[in-house]
Nanobody
Framework: VQLQASGGGSVQVGGSLRLSCAAS????????MAWFRQVPGKGREWVSG???????YYTDSVKGRFTISRDNAKITVYLQMNSLKPEDTAVYYC?????????????????WGQGTLVTVSS
């Protein structure tokens, strides 16, 4: 299984970005997907996840600003990020888990994308 993340970049405070993560080689029937982020010197933080049935989940700091969605036909997950803040600056990673429900622990995910950098400047 391979995950290819894209869509990162540099924006100013209040701007928007849309991250995409396309999976290939997926042979298991049901899965959940998630986005994590990491800044230097800190652990990987769960940001958002979406269950097999499409239920979205968010960490408190991004609720109302980020929207996660998925396209099962394309095995792709998206993260629409609006009203970006400097504290959103991080490398964003997508991940896939061979279980239908979302969890927040990074160790529960089976495959990871390569990361895409998001920089929000004031």
């Amino acid at each position: 299984v391979q995950l290819q993340a894209s869509g990162g970049g540099s924006v100013q405070v209040g701007g928007s970005l849309r991250l995409s993560c396309a999976a290939s080689g997926v042979t298991f029937g049901s899965y959940s997907m998630a986005w994590f982020r990491q800044v230097p010197g800190k652990g990987r933080e769960w940001v958002s996840g979406i269950s097999w049935h499409g239920g979205p989940y968010y960490t408190d700091s991004v609720k109302g600003r980020f929207t996660i969605s998925r396209d099962n036909a394309k095995i792709t997950v998206y993260l629409q990020m609006n009203s970006l803040k400097p504290e959103d600056t991080a490398v964003y990673y997508c991940a896939i888990r061979r279980q239908p429900m979302v969890v927040t622990h990074s160790t529960e995910y089976d495959y990871w994308g390569q990361g895409t950098l998001v920089t929000v400047s004031s």
